[in-house]
């Protein structure tokens, strides 16, 4: 509540008339002055809180803070960003090792999940918004600390990035799109071109590559 709310502008804080023995007798230019006194509607006390800035109301948020962010059976909000990891998503605060990569121009992880309100995930907006296209991923994460690049020519753009799957095993290699379309060569190794896909579909990363949580 603002300050000028706790004063008498409203008619918030009642005026208590002051007590008068049996005995006193009151004048009548006492009287005149106990009623406008009433009329303004608070003391002097109120006065110097308005005036302040302070009150009851001030009392009542810092309770209201002090309560949102602790609690009597000690819980601490995994979500609270002083707790976080560094490897925490900047957007959400999710941070699994196998859900998070970071951008290697900014230096900074992102979770996989998707946007509120849809756009993709919190990796590849922000990837779009700032331009990137370098990603690593985390240390523990079922992959490793890999940078994410071309086996042929080294380009690290994920987003021309994809992988194709081995004829004779169960791994894949990743390859850009482009040296898939124009090197020959690639023809003669045992993998199965014709089967490339790209790590980022609808604005995710796969979620073999990069886990989604929600």
Known sequence: MEAGEAGGGGGGVAAIPPKVADDTVVSDD??????????????????????????????????????????DDGFIDHYDESTLPPYACRYCGIHDPAS??????SNKWFCNATCTGGGG???VHHLVRSRSNQVQLHPESPLGDTVLECYNCASKNSFVLGFVPA????????????CVETVPALKDMDWELSQWHPLVQDRKFLPWLVKVSV
């Open 30 to 71: 006492d009287e005149e002055e106990e009623d406008e006194s009433e009329e303004d509607g608070f003391d002097d006390d109120d006065s110097e809180n308005v005036a302040s800035g302070s009150g009851d109301d001030d009392d009542d948020d810092s309770d209201e803070e002090s309560i949102l962010t602790t609690s």
């Open 167 to 178: 004829s004779s095993s169960s791994v894949v290699v990743l390859l850009c799109r482009v």
């Open 121 to 123: 995930s919190h990796l």
């Open 100 to 105: 998070v990569a970071k951008c290697c121009e």
